[in-house]
C-alpha cells in the first residue's frame, strides 16, 4: 500500500514507460469502447471531456468527431478562480492548449451551467476497481464532482496500467461510477 505522493510518482512512471505506438492503440480501444457506450446515451446528452497531456487517452482525435456526429451535446473545461468551467465545444476548431497545456475551449465558447452536464469522462493518474480515484494533486476534479449541482455520471477515463487495488483516499475524494480502458468497461460493485 502506497501513500498518494508515492503512488503518484508510482503511476507517473508507468505512464512515461508507455511508447507512443502503444498510447495511441490504447486511444484508438479506449475510443471504441466510449463510442459503443454513448449509442445507449439519450438523445440531446451533455457530455464533458478532457485531453491535452501526452500520458493520457486522445479523446479529441479518436472520439470527439464521433460524438458531434451522434449529436452529442460536449464541452471542455477552463480554468476560471481555480474552478473548472465547463463551456460548450462545438468542433475541434474550438479547442486551444490552456493552462497545464490541457486543451481548453476558447473564451467566446458558451457557457455550460454544471447542473446541465449528464456525463463528466474524469481523468486521473490511478483508479481502482471500486470506482476510487487518485488525481494529479490540484483539487480541480474532486472539487467540481463535488458541486452540489454536479449530479452527472462519472465516468473514468484511463490505460490499463492505472488501474490498482488500493488507494488511500480522504474525506474530499471522489469516487467515480464507471471507467473504461483498453481492456474495456469496468463498473464498480461497491467500494474497496
Known amino acids: 500500500m502506497h501513500d498518494k505522493?508515492?503512488?503518484?510518482?508510482?503511476?507517473?512512471?508507468?505512464?512515461?514507460?508507455?511508447?507512443?505506438?502503444?498510447?495511441?492503440?490504447?486511444?484508438?480501444?479506449i475510443a471504441a469502447h466510449l463510442k459503443q457506450l454513448a449509442a445507449t446515451w439519450p438523445?440531446?446528452?451533455?457530455?464533458?471531456?478532457?485531453?491535452?497531456?501526452?500520458?493520457?487517452?486522445?479523446?479529441?482525435?479518436?472520439?470527439?468527431?464521433?460524438?458531434h456526429a451522434q449529436g452529442v451535446r460536449t464541452c471542455f473545461f477552463q480554468i476560471e478562480h481555480q474552478a473548472l468551467q465547463p463551456r460548450e465545444?462545438?468542433?475541434?476548431?474550438?479547442?486551444?492548449?490552456?493552462?497545464?497545456?490541457?486543451?481548453?475551449?476558447?473564451?467566446?465558447?458558451?457557457?455550460?451551467?454544471?447542473?446541465?452536464?449528464?456525463?463528466?469522462?474524469?481523468?486521473?493518474?490511478?483508479?481502482?476497481?471500486?470506482?476510487k480515484r487518485l488525481g494529479r494533486g490540484g483539487g480541480y476534479y474532486d472539487r467540481l464532482l463535488a458541486h452540489p449541482h454536479c449530479r452527472a455520471r462519472r465516468i473514468a477515463v484511463a490505460f490499463d496500467v492505472q488501474i490498482v487495488d488500493h488507494i488511500t483516499v480522504e474525506l474530499h475524494d471522489q469516487h467515480i461510477h464507471q471507467i473504461i480502458t483498453e481492456s474495456g468497461l469496468i463498473q464498480p460493485a461497491a467500494s474497496d
Open 5 to 29: 505522493p508515492t503512488l503518484r510518482q508510482l503511476m507517473r512512471e508507468r505512464l512515461r514507460a508507455m511508447d507512443e505506438a502503444t498510447r495511441s492503440a490504447a486511444s484508438v480501444r
Open 89 to 131: 465545444v462545438r468542433s475541434m476548431e474550438d479547442l486551444h492548449r490552456g493552462q497545464m497545456n490541457v486543451w481548453e475551449p476558447d473564451p467566446q465558447c458558451p457557457h455550460i451551467d454544471i447542473a446541465a452536464l449528464d456525463i463528466i469522462l474524469v481523468p486521473g493518474l490511478a483508479f481502482t476497481r471500486g470506482g
Open 43 to 67: 438523445a440531446g446528452v451533455t457530455v464533458a471531456l478532457f485531453g491535452g497531456l501526452k500520458n493520457e487517452p486522445d479523446l479529441v482525435t479518436h472520439l470527439l468527431p464521433a460524438l
